[in-house]
Each structure stands twice: as structure tokens, then as C-alpha cells.
């Protein structure tokens, strides 16, 4: 949990009766290479903070090719979010790409601990500004971006992901063969 | 301002003071249709809401050819976000399609309330939270969705806009031709 505290400190500073009741509200869960967190189908009944390991998530087509929505490392929160937030079906898979650790936050956990703590509101407030500035950003990648452009912003953005994930996962997210992965590499 | 009142108090309940105090915070601004909010290397000063009207924001790229990152009609929050959040130059085009009237925000007001007011960071909070669930879900359409999958989301999503706007830019929006966009109109 010492990690969840350095986390929320980057934003925002807590006592020690603070954190002893945010912490009453994540549990820890171990997470093995290749299982997944959520399939198409399920509840998303959790928030997830990596504390360890890295992640994939991914949406599948019908004829089953997978498309990588983003990869999630160490201190990167992720869920499906529109049907955690929306109490939806997910209609996307996380699976872990090598041994994990993470935490598990409820939507009622969220909500609670933002309505009870101005602090953790604002905590909240200031990871969903970044993620959503990130996530606008990857729609004006897809949009208007060539391979090549793809590529340098991913390893500008993202460098040791670039050093630990699979290439065959990269050259998915960036939406280019192998091949053209391959050539980009070289340059 | 009243309709402002209107779009906070369908968050989180405000007496007479508080929205006095609030409403301090925004200056109203006329827009005339074809006028620009924002050109790239514009600083990005406020953060808008659209009182009236209809917006398009979009990427130029080295070509000069436009990619539609999004629309945006009454009641949407519109910015830069990483040019507003961020501090850095803006690299998108904000325009007007038909005369509007935007509320304008800075980044440092936004902030101010956000501490002043635990009711306000909860607005924003939400607002962020509506805004990130949709940029997840036009990911997964840009990846996923092939053309006819998008456009019914889109018609899904936002029926109004589908009537308002002009076919050439749903269909850039879209990533489809005009003649794909006018068979899918027709089916």
C-alpha cells in the first residue's frame, strides 16, 4: 500500500488518518501472465491501479481480430470505463502480459471516498484530466498520423513500453504490419 | 447565464451564493459562423461551453487535409486539452459552423473554483468522467468499427448533430467517402 500512497502524494498530500481510510477502500489482487481482469460479457465491477506488470486491452471484432484500445503499466489506472461508469456490459478484454500486481477500486468506493474527501476528488479529477488529454491525443494519432509519425509518438511517450512489450502488440496498437514495424525499427 | 446555472444544477445543487460566485468566474462570447476559437499555435486560453451553435475541431495535417476530432453542440465543454491543461501551444482548429455563443473558462479559474468549491472539482470530475468514457469509445469505433458500424453509432449518439451538420463533414468525421456516406444514408 505504499505504493498507493506515493501515488496520491504526486497529487495531493495526506495524513496518515487519511490514508488509513483510503486504503480501507482497494484491495489487492495478484494477477498471472496471459489471465485476463474482464472479458466481452462481464461486470466491470472494478477500477484497476497497476502497481507491477503491464497490460493489454483490446476489443474484438467479429471475425475475431483483436484491436489494442492501450497498453497499462506501473501506476496507470484502467478499466473498460464506459461500462464501469455506466454499468454496462464490457465489451473489451484485459489480460495481463507478464506477473502482476494490482489494486481494485468499486465504482461505490470511487464515488464514496470523492464525495466524503475534497482531496480524493480532486485526486480523481487530476488522473482523468491527464488520461483524457492522452486519450485525444491517440484519436488525433489515429486520425491523422502515418505509421512512422505512430511510432516516434509512441516511443516519445511511452519509452520503456517500447522496451517490454511483445513487437507484435506494438506493431497492432500502432495499426501497421510487422514488417512495417520492422522498418521503422531499423531507421 | 441561467442556462449555465441549468447545465451545474443537473450535477450537484447550488444556492443563489454560490452560483453569484461562480458566474464570476465566465465571460460570454459571440461567434460568428466560419470564425476560429482556436489555430494551431494558438495558446489555449479557455476552455469553452457552448451555449448556442455547433463547432468543429479538427487536425490539419502536413497536407492540409482535415481530420475531424470531433463536434461539438449545446451544453459540450470544448478546449484544446492538451494546449488548455498543458500549457503548450494549440494543434488543433476550432470552428464555428453556425453563429453560437460560448462561455468562456481559463485553465487558472477552472483550477480556482475546482479548490474553492468541493461541489465544483465534483462537476468537473463528472464532466471529465462523461468526456473520457466517450474519447474510450471513439477509439474503439476508429480501431474497430467499420464504416457502417460508425455511422449508425454516430446517428445513435448524437441524432441532432446527423440533422445540423453538413454530409461532407459526418462524413470526414466518419472516415468515409461521400458516395459511401450517401449509401449508408440511403439504406
Redesign the interface.
Known amino acids: 500500500m505504499d505504493k498507493l500512497r506515493k501515488h496520491i502524494e504526486e497529487v495531493t498530500p495526506l495524513t496518515d488518518d487519511e490514508f488509513e481510510h483510503i486504503k480501507t477502500f482497494f484491495t489487492l489482487k495478484r494477477v498471472k501472465k496471459h489471465q485476463y481482469l474482464s472479458q466481452e460479457g462481464d461486470e466491470a465491477k472494478f477500477e484497476y491501479l497497476i502497481l507491477s506488470g503491464i497490460f493489454r486491452m483490446f ?1 474484438l ?1 467479429g471475425d475475431g ?1 483483436e ?3 492501450q497498453f497499462a503499466g506501473e501506476n496507470w489506472w484502467m478499466a473498460d ?2 461500462a464501469y ?2 454499468a454496462k456490459k464490457a ?2 478484454y484485459i489480460t495481463c502480459m507478464e506477473d502482476a500486481e494490482v489494486l481494485c477500486l468499486t465504482l461505490e468506493g470511487r464515488e464514496k471516498l ?2 466524503e474527501m ?1 482531496k480524493m ?2 485526486f ?2 487530476v488522473k ?2 491527464n ?3 492522452a ?6 494519432s ?3 498520423g502515418n505509421p512512422q509519425q505512430r511510432y516516434e509518438e509512441f516511443g516519445r511517450l511511452y519509452p520503456h513500453l517500447m522496451q517490454q512489450i511483445p513487437k507484435k502488440y506494438i506493431a497492432e496498437y500502432l ?1 501497421v504490419s510487422r514488417e512495417t514495424l520492422s522498418r521503422l525499427y531499423a531507421k
Open positions: 476489443h471484432d481480430k484491436h489494442i484500445v470505463y464506459q461508469f455506466k465489451d473489451l470523492s464525495a475534497h476528488e480532486h480523481f479529477r482523468l484530466t488520461g483524457f488529454v486519450l485525444q491525443r491517440r484519436i488525433i489515429l486520425l491523422a495499426g
